[in-house]
């Protein structure tokens, strides 16, 4: 159905598109190609929010020569006016001939309406090539728009026996420098990232980009019923936004204090004795925020698995050992009762990452 230029000419558009990562939120990632008689003429891509949307870059940047030419495009063009008028009725009104169409926008204010508008308007519209692709790239923006709740992430690294910290807590570092690398292109990606109190008490880690370019720092969230976060911590460092989940019996003094060091407080209902990370969820996804990374510890891996809340999962496995029956391992909880009950990772990619093996994949 596709001939070898089409998938070359979308590629190039996923690859376009790809380059904003960590971006655009709460916008898809979204390029553009423009071709005619068999030879790329432009291309754009969606370089973050509020700015013009790759299919207008990509007309612009042609102008006259559009005409007659065929566009590839990842995602749906849109049909409705946010902050950037509808780009279907660029392309209409550029005389573009004939639309490649990656995925249809699963956003309710678009999916489908953009392509049955360029088709009453004559142009050939021809959709799924290379849709799966396309649809792993906008994993964040798909689940975000259709659900209203974050994407959720967890990252964690582990000795070849399951354990994420020695028996009297030590944790750094568990993995080798080029994981840690992809640790922090991972902060690059994401709106947010999560850890708990305990992971702030005994690590006080400062949660930002570091070790690679950086196109942003995260969001800092800490899961913290009582407000046990210290006034000190690295977590509190000014330049970045820090949220502080909070329980009803939370002291209002600890509060206030956090406050005066620039957290913002979220005051949540708890779930036995903890903060609820479903009522966290529901919020997060209230505040516009697409994407979170859970980077510890075992408790708050074990509370989102528990719940259902993981979308997707990074496995860091060191050839080392630990050893120690009191040592955390990575998920902890109460954990199942039976083999069978276990939760699978799905479509799982395993990769060397120096040393290390990277397991990846989908609950």
Same mark, same amino acid.
């Given at each position: 159905?596709?001939?070898?230029?089409?998938?070359r000419?979308?590629?190039?558009?996923?690859?376009?598109?790809?380059?904003?990562?960590? /971006?655009?939120?709460?916008?898809?990632?979204?390029g553009?190609?423009?071709?005619?008689?068999?030879?790329?003429?432009s291309?754009?891509?969606?370089?973050?929010?509020?700015?013009?949307?790759?299919?207008?870059w990509?007309?612009?940047?042609?102008?006259?020569?559009?005409?007659?030419?065929?566009?590839?495009?990842?995602?749906?063009p849109?049909? @409705?006016?946010?902050?950037?008028?509808?780009?279907?009725?660029r392309?209409?009104?550029?005389?573009?001939?004939?639309?490649?169409?990656?995925?249809?926008?699963?956003?309710?204010? %678009?999916?489908?309406?953009?392509?049955?508008?360029m088709?009453? @308007?004559?142009?050939?519209v021809?959709?799924?090539?290379?849709?799966?692709?396309?649809?792993?790239?906008?994993?964040?923006?798909? *689940?975000?728009?259709?659900?209203?709740?974050?994407?959720v992430?967890?990252?964690?690294?582990?000795?070849?026996?399951?354990?994420i910290?020695t028996?009297?807590?030590?944790? /750094?570092?568990?993995?080798?420098?080029?994981?840690?690398?992809?640790?922090?292109?991972?902060?690059?990606?994401?709106?947010?990232?999560? %850890?708990?109190?305990?992971?702030?008490?005994?690590?006080?880690?400062?949660?930002?980009? /570091?070790?690679?370019? *950086?196109?942003?720092?995260?969001?800092?969230?800490?899961?913290?019923?009582?407000?046990?976060?210290?006034?000190?911590?690295?977590?509190? =460092?000014k330049?970045? /936004?820090?949220? %502080?989940?909070?329980?009803?019996?939370?002291?209002?003094?600890?509060?206030?204090?956090?406050?005066?060091?620039?957290? +913002? #407080?979220?005051?949540?209902?708890?779930?036995?004795?903890?903060?609820s990370?479903?009522?966290?969820v529901?919020k997060?996804?209230?505040?516009? #925020?697409?994407?979170?990374?859970?980077?510890?510890?075992?408790?708050?891996?074990?509370?989102?698995?528990?719940?259902?809340?993981?979308?997707?999962?990074?496995?860091?496995? %060191?050839?080392?050992?630990?050893?120690?029956?009191?040592?955390?391992? =990575?998920?902890?909880?109460v954990?199942?009762?039976?083999?069978a009950?276990?939760k699978?990772?799905?479509?799982?990619?395993?990769e060397r990452? +120096?040393?290390?093996?990277?397991?990846?994949?989908?609950?």
């Open positions: 159905m596709w001939t070898e230029d089409d998938v000419f979308m590629r190039e558009a996923l690859s376009l598109a790809k380059s904003a990562e960590g /971006r655009t939120t709460p916008d898809p990632l979204v553009a190609v423009l071709v005619k008689e068999g030879r790329i003429i291309m754009g891509y969606h370089g973050e929010v509020a700015t013009p949307h790759a299919e207008a990509a007309i612009d940047k042609a102008g006259l020569e559009a005409r007659g030419g065929t566009l590839y495009v990842n995602l749906e849109c049909s @409705h006016f946010g902050n950037n008028p509808p780009c279907a009725d392309i209409i009104n550029a005389g573009i001939k004939k639309v490649f169409v990656a995925m249809k926008d699963p956003n309710p204010l %678009v999916n489908g309406r953009g392509i049955k508008k088709i009453r @308007h004559g142009i050939k021809q959709v799924g090539l290379l849709e799966d692709e396309a649809k792993k790239l906008n994993e964040v923006f798909n *689940k975000y728009i259709t659900t209203g709740l974050p994407f992430v967890m990252k964690t690294a582990m000795t070849l026996d399951g354990k910290a028996r009297t807590g030590a944790s /750094r570092w568990v993995a080798g420098t080029a994981s840690l690398r992809y640790a922090h292109h991972l902060r690059n990606l994401y709106d947010a990232i999560l %850890v708990g109190v305990g992971t702030v008490l005994i690590d006080n880690p400062k949660l930002n980009v /570091r070790r690679v370019q *950086k196109v942003k720092d995260p969001i800092r969230i800490v899961l913290d019923t009582m407000a046990r976060t210290p006034l000190k911590a690295d977590i509190l =460092s330049g970045q /936004r820090t949220i %502080v989940a909070v329980g009803p019996k939370a002291p209002a003094a600890r509060i206030e204090a956090l406050k005066k060091k620039g957290a +913002e #407080i979220l005051h949540l209902p708890v779930s036995g004795d903890r903060v990370v479903k009522a966290l529901k997060l996804g209230e505040m516009k #925020i697409t994407s979170l990374l859970l980077e510890g510890g075992g408790e708050v891996y074990a509370s989102f698995l528990e719940a259902g809340l993981v979308d997707k999962a990074f496995f860091f496995i %060191v050839p080392k050992v630990f050893g120690g029956r009191d040592a955390k391992t =990575s998920v902890e909880g954990g199942v009762s039976l083999p009950q276990a699978w990772l799905k479509n799982i990619h395993v990452v +120096e040393e290390d093996i990277l397991v990846s994949g989908y609950f």
